[in-house]
């Protein structure tokens, strides 16, 4: 039988600086695009939100969390002593580059972490946190340089309603599927979750459509209509590659 854990060859190491850099500059909206038109249509963490607005693009690869309901026999505050309790060992784990994302299946009367591991999180150079649930402390997170995205806030800690269990498997995320390795990009919209062999190319043709669209969005604001300019038919493609001359894209 497979283990469903192995459904799919774990993906790690860092990115390309190059597929960084790029993802660093494109909108999820135009994520989202690019991966459609690839056939992948529920990428987009629905219902998730910046806890900092001015830290709010994000760019890393996966390390998963997975929480299953709490029970009160057994998620009690002395776990916390257990420094291999699979939240404090999750936080301790994760390394530069990695962003932490959380499944707690949409639930958020509890929180999935707090502001003194946020900032463990920080100084372990994470690129960020995601969780489909609630963070308490949330006005630590409003000032804190990590890019920190969830569904809600709760001053109630995690215990209440969730149960660490698992690191490093496949999860779902606001019903989205997160890999171990996949690539998460944030910024003022939300999350989008890249699978990984996807995101060298999914990057290069994310900024080439954003340059496309820098155009279209300055003939429109020049008073163009949108038949034959949005979308590009070939005369405006042919206007968009004579202002691409002078107007390379920004690497
Ligand atoms: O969620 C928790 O209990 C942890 C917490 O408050 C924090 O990290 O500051
Ligand atoms: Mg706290």
């Not at 994000?58 to 002593?81: K, S």
């Not at 019903?175 to 690539?183: A, F, K, R």
């Not at 062999?197 to 279209?216: G, I, S």
């Amino acid at each position: 039988m497979t283990d469903v854990r192995e459904s799919r060859p774990a993906q790690s190491g860092p990115l390309a600086p190059e597929t960084v850099a790029a993802l660093r500059q494109v909108s999820t909206a135009t994520l989202t695009t690019q991966l459609m038109s690839r056939g992948l249509r529920n990428t987009f963490l629905a219902g998730l939100r910046p806890l900092n607005p001015h830290a709010a693009r994000m760019v890393g690869t996966a390390f998963t969390l997975r929480y299953i309901p709490a029970r009160e026999d057994l998620d009690v505050l002395g776990v916390f002593a257990d420094p291999e309790h699979p939240q404090r060992k999750a936080v301790e784990s994760v390394g530069p580059g990695q962003v932490l994302v959380m499944d707690c299946r949409g639930r958020g009367r509890a929180a999935s972490l707090g502001g003194i591991l946020g900032t463990r999180l920080l100084r372990r150079g994470a690129a960020g946190v995601v969780t489909d649930g609630s963070v308490r402390d949330s006005p630590t997170f409003a000032t804190l340089g990590l890019p920190a995205y969830s569904a809600g806030v709760s001053a109630t800690t995690n215990l209440v309603q969730h149960h660490a269990v698992d690191l490093q498997v496949p999860i779902g995320c606001a019903e989205v599927p997160v890999y171990p390795g996949d690539v998460l990009v944030g910024d003022g919209e939300g999350v989008v979750c890249v699978p990984r062999e996807l995101a060298a190319e999914v990057a290069r043709d994310a900024v080439a459509q954003e340059h496309l669209e820098e155009f279209v969005q300055a003939e429109i604001e020049a008073g163009a209509a949108l038949p034959g300019v949005y979308p590009p038919n070939e005369q405006t493609r042919e206007r968009y590659r004579a202002w691409a001359k002078d107007n390379p894209p920004q690497a």
